[in-house]
T-cell receptor
Framework: GESVGLHLPTLSVQEGDNSIINCAYS??????FIWYKQESGKGPQFIID?????DKRQGQRVTVLLNKTVKHLSLQIAATQPGDSAVYFC??????????????FGKGTKLSVIP | KAGVTQTPRYLIKTRGQQVTLSCSPI?????VSWYQQTPGQGLQFLFE???????NKGNFPGRFSGRQFSNSRSEMNVSTLELGDSALYLC?????????????FGQGTRLTVV
């Protein structure tokens, strides 16, 4: 079936370095992707999104890259800080008609920042 | 603007009981979605409500149900609880209009079934 998955379950980076979190998706018809950050005890927090008509989008210290050819999504975090430690999920919007949609999430990557 | 509010934050129930969880979306948002999060299965879509109507449903048994009120607040109910229902239940709200797809999540309700 269609699925969204992550390449790496855990990632440890030194404070100040850049982080790259990867995600593969299988539904070539998907037109919208989101990255969420989830800290312990909290719900997922929206970080950045990208539509399929774009290949790059930048936010504050974050960049999302979309490669539709290989169905790959990545989240880059610049100058990683201890506060970036969390689990990161990519999500794919799946339309279900009548204006409704659901988000299909990857399993998540745990980012640990080493001070 | 207040965020998505879920109550209660924590809940302990016994197998066979039923439970009702509540979600108040961001003011003005009309779409409310529910997700179940477990270590083994990750985040899985339960259902979505818009203007008091269920528009979409995930692959969960009929023991899982929900509803939405005229003020967009939503409740989900799980009957005949099983140990495997222990999870973090998350609610997300969005504007719900086509093209407005950013979903904001609440902090979740941690349900433990013993």
């Amino acid at each position: 079936g269609e699925s969204v998955g992550l390449h790496l379950p855990t990632l440890s980076v030194q404070e100040g370095d850049n982080s790259i979190i990867n995600c593969a998706y299988s539904n070539s018809a998907s037109d919208y992707f989101i990255w969420y950050k989830q800290e312990s005890g909290k719900g997922p927090q929206f970080i950045i999104d990208i539509r399929s008509n774009m290949d790059k989008r930048q936010g504050q210290r974050v960049t999302v890259l979309l490669n539709k050819t290989v169905k790959h999504l990545s989240l880059q975090i610049a100058a990683t800080q201890p506060g970036d430690s969390a689990v990161y999920f990519c999500a794919e919007k799946v339309e279900s008609g009548a204006g409704s949609y659901q988000l299909t999430f990857g399993k998540g990557t745990k980012l640990s920042v080493i001070p | 603007k207040a965020g998505v509010t879920q109550t209660p934050r924590y809940l302990i129930k016994t197998r066979g009981q039923q439970v009702t969880l509540s979600c108040s979306p961001i003011s003005g948002h009309r779409s409310v979605s529910w997700y179940q999060q477990t270590p083994g299965q990750g985040l899985q879509f339960l259902f979505e409500y818009f203007s008091e109507t269920q528009r979409n449903k995930g692959n969960f048994p009929g023991r899982f149900s929900g509803r939405q009120f005229s003020n967009s607040r939503s409740e989900m109910n799980v009957s005949t609880l099983e140990l495997g229902d222990s999870a973090l239940y998350l609610c997300a709200s969005s504007g719900g209009f086509l093209g407005n797809t950013e979903a904001f999540f609440g902090q979740g309700t941690r349900l433990t079934v013993v």
